[in-house]
């Protein structure tokens, strides 16, 4: 008699289980790139320590860093680490000068980026860490700290909802003795 009842319980089961493993990949899923702007509302400037800005922040492969100055005053480099550290342009990889820049960080790599008129010696000069993006496609390459944390929390939100859905189909049976 209860038979039917257990394997239509089953069956519930092991139909939702699934779809609310979908659905909870999809919440946990980044969506949209974010554009981080250097300083926030202090913008590109001297004396700010940039190091404290970019430690405060998460940066996706995809994501845009965005600089905003006195065009008259500043502009942007892309540098190697020995420019960063040395406050020099040789080599630099990219250079801008708009006042309100936008540049895509593609790569999954740390990037540096300076002022080359100077400022960069009274504090104008940032380095991102930029991750990659902890998607499904690329599972064993996306060992970043951010994704093993992102994974982990969704594994146990889903061993979470799984022992809730069998208490929940269990539950009955105890009540009646079975
Ligand atoms: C900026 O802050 C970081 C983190 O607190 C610190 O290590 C660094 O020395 C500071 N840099 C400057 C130029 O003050
Ligand atoms: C870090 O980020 C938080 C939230 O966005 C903000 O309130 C805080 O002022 C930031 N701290 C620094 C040092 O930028
Ligand atoms: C850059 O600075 C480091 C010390 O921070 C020094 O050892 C090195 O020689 C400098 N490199 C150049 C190219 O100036
Ligand atoms: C940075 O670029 C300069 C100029 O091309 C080069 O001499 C230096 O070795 C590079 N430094 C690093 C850490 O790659
Ligand atoms: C700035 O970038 C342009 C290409 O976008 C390049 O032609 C120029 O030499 C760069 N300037 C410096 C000072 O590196």
Known sequence: ???????????????????LLLLLLLLTTRVSATDHIVGANQGWNPGINY?????????????????????????????NETGYD????EGAVGNWSSGKDFIPLN???RYYFICGT??????????V???PLPSPPKPAIAASHASTKSAAA?????????????LMGLFPFIWIGL
């Open 1 to 19: 008699m209860p038979n039917s009842a257990a394997s239509t319980l089953l069956h519930l089961i092991t139909t939702t289980t699934p779809l």
């Open 51 to 79: 190091t404290l800005w970019s430690n405060n922040q998460t940066f996706y492969v995809g994501d845009l860093i965005s600089f905003r100055y006195q065009k008259t005053q500043y502009n942007v480099f892309e540098v």
């Open 86 to 89: 040395n406050c020099t342009i």
């Open 107 to 109: 790569k999954a790599k």
């Open 118 to 127: 100077g400022g960069c010696f009274n504090g104008m000069k940032v380095s």
């Open 129 to 131: 860490i930029v991750h």
């Open 154 to 166: 969704a594994a146990a939100a889903a061993r979470g909802i799984y022992s809730m859905l069998v």
